[in-house]
């Protein structure tokens, strides 16, 4: 079973920075894409940034120049380094991985449970 684990959620203020960490584990062979999505009160989940095994990354309007995402596959972690954060950064963020457990299974889609970010004074 394959587990993907958020961490580094909480209250900053309009400017402030905060590092989200996604630990995956269980049974795992490889992960291919993986990214962060967000989804604030009333509104529907959203693609924040995604990044493929190889380093690409695709990156929403709205964070550009302002999150980084990155990965350690040694270690199959997922980070998102968020600056100069603004209340409407408000949301649970949720980490996704697509991973094989197995040979000859293909990529199954996971997700977190989320952390909350909350951007405030």
């Known amino acids: 079973q394959v587990q993907l684990v958020e961490s580094g959620g909480g209250l900053v203020q309009p400017g402030g920075s905060l590092r989200l960490s996604c630990a995956a584990s269980g049974t795992i062979v490889s992960i291919s894409a993986m990214g962060w999505y967000r989804q604030a009160p009333g509104k529907q989940r959203e693609l924040v940034v995604s990044?493929?095994?190889?380093?690409?990354?695709n990156y929403a309007d709205s964070v550009k120049g302002r999150f980084t995402i990155s990965r350690d596959n040694a270690k199959n972690m997922l980070y998102l380094q968020m600056n100069s954060l603004e209340p409407e950064d408000t949301a649970v963020y949720y980490c996704?991985?697509?991973?094989?457990?197995?040979?000859?299974?293909?990529?199954?889609?996971?997700w977190g449970q989320g952390t909350l970010v909350t951007v405030s004074s």
């Open positions: 990044i493929t095994s190889g380093g690409s990354t």
């Open positions: 996704h991985g697509s991973i094989r457990s197995s040979l000859p299974q293909g990529y199954l889609e996971h």
